[in-house]
């Protein structure tokens, strides 16, 4: 139980094109989703944390307008890197839990690889 | 705010060597508390937690860690690791009353033959 896959694993694109990352609750509803981005050899960052059916709530330093999010069910989260440049080339990470008191724990997806050429 | 100190970045051993990888947080009221593997290129595997109860936690792959709440600390230790051992580890802790993780910089664990 408590499976989170993301789709696509890796995906490259040009600069200035916007790219589309899906995080999906197999078998259990999503009550909260979080966003990180992973640099190399480095801990992860939360980018953002999504309830269904409200906006986001992004951490400091974080563009909105750049890394767009969606919950619109609660099995679904999409982040959308809009306008994207090198500079986003990353490994992002969505996490999900059920808001129970167990949901105290995230369950990650397995990564979504970026590369901006 | 909440910080995690994962004091070693890097640590090598030898197959079949007792390991222990150290983890240090900022005092909180109270706070859960969780150890990640990484392996490379894939997202993060819950290894244990601790939530209340017994300071001794067991986890997967025969990793445990124990809660200590004079020391604020929370280290991994395993008895003999093995070569598959070899990852990426991330201590992290969720302050009571949040939601968010915060996580360590990380241990890399290399096991040798």
């Known amino acids: 139980g408590a499976v989170v896959s993301q789709h696509p694993s890796r995906v490259i694109c040009k600069s200035g094109t916007s790219v589309k990352i899906e995080c999906r609750s197999l078998?259990?509803?999503?009550?909260?989703m979080f966003w990180y981005r992973q640099f190399p050899k480095k801990s992860l960052m939360l980018m953002a944390t999504?309830?269904?059916?409200?906006?986001?709530?992004?951490e400091q330093g974080v563009e909105k307008d750049k890394f767009l999010i969606n919950h619109a069910s609660l099995t679904l989260s999409t982040l959308t890197v809009t306008s994207a440049h090198p500079e986003d080339s990353s490994f992002y990470i969505c996490?999900?839990?059920?808001?129970?008191?167990?949901?105290?724990?995230?369950?990650f997806g397995p990564g979504t690889r970026l590369t901006v050429l | 705010a909440q910080s995690v100190t994962q004091l070693d970045s890097q640590v090598p051993v030898f197959e079949e060597a007792p390991v222990e990888l150290r983890c240090n947080y900022s005092s909180s009221v109270s706070v859960y508390l969780f150890w990640y593997v990484q392996y490379p290129n894939q997202g993060l595997q819950l290894l244990l937690k601790y939530l209340s109860g017994s300071t001794l936690v067991k986890g997967i792959n025969g990793f445990e860690a124990e809660f200590n709440k004079s020391q604020t600390s929370f280290h991994l230790r395993k008895p003999s690791v093995h070569i598959s051992d070899t990852a990426e580890y991330f201590c992290?802790?969720?302050?009571?009353?949040?939601?968010?993780?915060?996580f360590g910089k990380g241990t890399k664990l290399t096991v040798n033959p």
């Open positions: 999504s309830n269904e059916g409200s906006k986001a709530t992004y």
């Open positions: 992290a802790v969720i302050k009571g009353g949040s939601e968010k993780l915060v």
């Open positions: 996490s999900a839990n059920d808001g129970t008191r167990a949901g105290i724990e995230q369950f």
């Open positions: 078998d259990f509803q999503a009550t909260t």
